[in-house]
């Protein structure tokens, strides 16, 4: 079987006009072999784990709750938790500091948890960070679980490229990658080994130049690929064929 093409590595296809499996068949068209659909919450992680079943060789998913919705973990935490034994991996979740829509204590707890049960199971976390890159450095170094902790959306600059990368953690790039304000995120990005990056839409948002202007979906993730491809000094191929062995070493190739 052809290993060569894309994965986009997060994907909220639940969050789209279109219905899945057209955006699917978009994605397989642009040379985007399967994707990673992620929950921030009960509901999403459910209609995840459904998609998955559905299309079992082009979805992972994983289950999990967005540090926006942190203040619901003691409510919904043990339907997590069940999710989460099923999935491919754990989260969406994290720490948010820019917006803070939940108390800081709720989201460190949930974060927490949220990293305990990946240790557990022995699978990937999924981790949302945005302006607390010291405490979700601090958590992730406690947990200690090396490319399995997956820093979705990475927008760090140098500095915290280094350190992170001391940790074996896995990065993972979006659009803003192709932006022309990101000239510090491209630097960034020149730090990261090529079997440690991995490339993803976060879909709908994000979308990369040239289609800014538009909701993002799988089928542009090879434009953030390429962006990478830049940054490395690679071809294409080289870029896809190391992203999707990551995420395949990451997460599991569902083409089996």
Not at 31 to 52: H, K, M, N, T, Y
Not at 217 to 240: F, K, Y
Request: one cysteine or more; hydrophobic letters at 45%.
């Amino acid at each position: 079987m052809d290993r060569s093409g894309w994965v986009d590595s997060h994907g909220h296809l639940f969050l789209l006009e279109d219905q899945p499996g057209v955006v699917l068949d978009r994605a397989t068209a642009a040379g985007v072999d399967w994707l990673v659909c992620p929950g921030i919450d009960v509901a999403s992680s459910e209609r995840s784990r459904a998609l998955a079943e559905e299309v079992p060789e082009r979805v992972q998913w994983t289950a999990g709750l967005h540090p926006h919705d942190a203040d619901q973990w003691q409510q919904v935490g043990d339907r997590i938790v069940a999710l989460a034994a099923e999935a491919d991996g754990v989260g969406e979740c994290g720490l948010d500091y820019y917006r803070n829509l939940a108390p800081r204590a709720a989201q460190l707890e949930a974060f927490r948890d949220q990293l305990a049960i990946a240790a557990e199971h022995q699978i990937p976390i999924v981790i949302h960070c945005r302006d607390a890159f010291a405490d979700v450095f601090e958590l992730v170094g406690e947990a200690d679980l090396g490319e399995r902790a997956v820093l979705h959306c990475w927008t760090g600059g140098r500095k915290w490229t280094k350190r992170f990368r001391e940790l074996g953690v896995t990065f993972s790039f979006a659009g803003a990658l192709t932006y022309a304000t990101a000239d510090s995120l491209r630097l960034a990005a020149r730090e990261v080994p090529m079997d440690r990056a991995m490339v993803e839409t976060d879909s709908p948002y994000l979308t990369p130049e040239p289609k800014r202007s538009e909701s993002n979906e799988p089928a542009n993730v090879p434009l953030t690929g390429a962006a990478l491809a830049d940054v490395w000094g690679v071809d294409l191929a080289t870029a896809a064929q190391a992203t999707s062995a990551t995420a395949a070493r990451i997460f599991g190739d569902p083409r089996g």
